[in-house]
């Protein structure tokens, strides 16, 4: 492969990226894989790297709210969720021997340290991977903008967008209508007007703002987070 245009990145995981052919939690051999990646492009080609995870995987606020409960409850019940699925990614990592940090958005010290932006990024400086967790800390904000957000405050160049079992980003569903045509290239007000799946519009406001691209592709695929760390055009790219 090429050198890589990046030197430092965050990749996106959603929680359902973490599931493989489940329906529910977390999928070991997937978990697995994305270890193996993450380990390819941080140890071995040198690649400083944040990973925001979501928890749609384990729990999901907004339908919850749909179903009665408080909003703001239900988000911070997600934010947990996204705990679980740090930690459970800390754990694959670590045994294929990368060095990991969980911080999250909330406190939970038992398990990780609070997000404190100089500490994380003293942690990439190191070489150590540093999943952040808990979104935002707040709630009405999706891991999406949490994901936007870190990426901006450490500097990041680039979003990678990991989605489960979608290549890139379509003019619609793909797994609904066969004949869904896939962009290859978007601009970041296109992405809004269209009101495209790809990430929810604020995140997509804060990474136009801030000129930041973002990588849509399908995690699933063959060494595919290695492929978008290393600049392939693979996906759909924002920006």
């Not at 990646?37 to 990973?51: H, L, N, S, Y």
């Not at 749909?66 to 990592?93: E, F, H, P």
């Not at 045509?181 to 269209?194: E, T």
């Not at 009101?195 to 929810?200: E, I, T, V």
Request: charged fraction near 25%; charge should be neutral; include cysteine.
């Amino acid at each position: 492969m090429p050198d890589s245009p990046y030197k430092r990145v965050v990749l996106k995981l959603s929680g359902e990226a973490l599931m493989g052919d489940k329906e529910y939690g977390i999928d070991n051999s997937t978990l697995a894989s994305i270890a193996r990646q993450v380990k390819a492009v941080t140890v071995d080609r040198g690649i400083e790297m944040g990973i925001v995870v979501g928890g749609g995987n384990i729990w999901r606020g907004g339908e919850a709210a749909k179903n009665g409960m408080d909003r703001a409850q239900a988000d911070y019940a997600g934010m947990l969720a996204t705990v679980i699925n740090a930690l459970a990614l800390q754990d694959s990592l670590e045994r294929e021997g990368v060095v990991t940090r969980v911080q999250t958005a909330i406190a939970i010290y038992a398990v990780a340290e609070a997000y404190i932006r100089r500490r994380a990024m003293r942690h990439l400086e190191k070489g150590r991977v540093v999943i952040f967790g808990a979104g935002t800390g707040n709630p009405y904000f999706t891991t999406d903008t949490a994901a936007a957000l870190r990426a901006i405050e450490i500097d990041a160049e680039v979003i990678l967008m990991a989605k489960n079992g979608v290549d890139g980003v379509y003019d619609r569903d793909p797994r609904q209508h066969p004949d869904a045509r896939m962009f290859k290239r978007l601009s970041y007000i296109d992405a809004l007007n269209l009101g495209l799946k790809a990430m929810d519009s604020t995140a997509l406001s804060l990474c136009m703002d801030n000129q930041l691209p973002i990588v849509v592709f399908n995690v699933s695929g063959d060494n595919n987070i290695v492929r978008a760390a290393s600049g392939e055009d693979i996906g759909t790219i924002i920006k």
